[in-house]
């Protein structure tokens, strides 16, 4: 069973940046597949990015291509996902997932979930 604990949300001005870290603990993190998912008030819960065991990138969401980049430390057992440029579309509950399957991230059952933390974006 593994778990992950997000942290690094707050409120932050329109066009700053802010890093989110995901702690994993209880399994072998070099084998999972991490990504991130958001979800902003009355809205489903989307993919954003995901990163493969090794550190490749697997895909990103299109809204946030070339503004928001995953990576891991597997030393570490954190994955990381630094935001730049953002803006108050981006204003959500962003979660950390961990799965084993590298295929499908974007559609397709992840096995372990966070509980989410807070990003506040301000125009």
């Known amino acids: 069973q593994v778990q992950v604990v997000e942290s690094g949300g707050g409120l932050v001005q329109a066009g700053g940046s802010l890093r989110l870290s995901c702690a994993a603990s209880?399994?072998?993190?070099?084998?999972?597949?991490m990504g991130w998912f958001r979800q902003a008030p009355g809205k489903e819960r989307e993919f954003v990015t995901a990163?493969?065991?090794?550190?490749?990138?697997?895909y990103s969401a299109d809204s946030v291509k070339g503004r928001f980049t995953i990576s891991r430390d597997n030393a570490k057992n954190t994955v990381y996902l630094q935001m730049n440029s953002l803006k108050s579309e981006d204003t959500a509950v962003y979660y950390c997932?961990?799965?084993?399957?590298?295929?499908?991230?974007?559609?397709?059952?992840?096995?372990?979930w966070g509980r989410g933390t807070q990003v506040t974006v301000s125009s």
């Open positions: 990163i493969g065991r090794s550190g490749g990138r697997l």
């Open positions: 997932a961990a799965r084993w399957d590298p295929s499908n991230v974007q559609t397709g059952p992840w096995d372990y």
């Open positions: 209880g399994g072998t993190f070099s084998r999972y597949t």
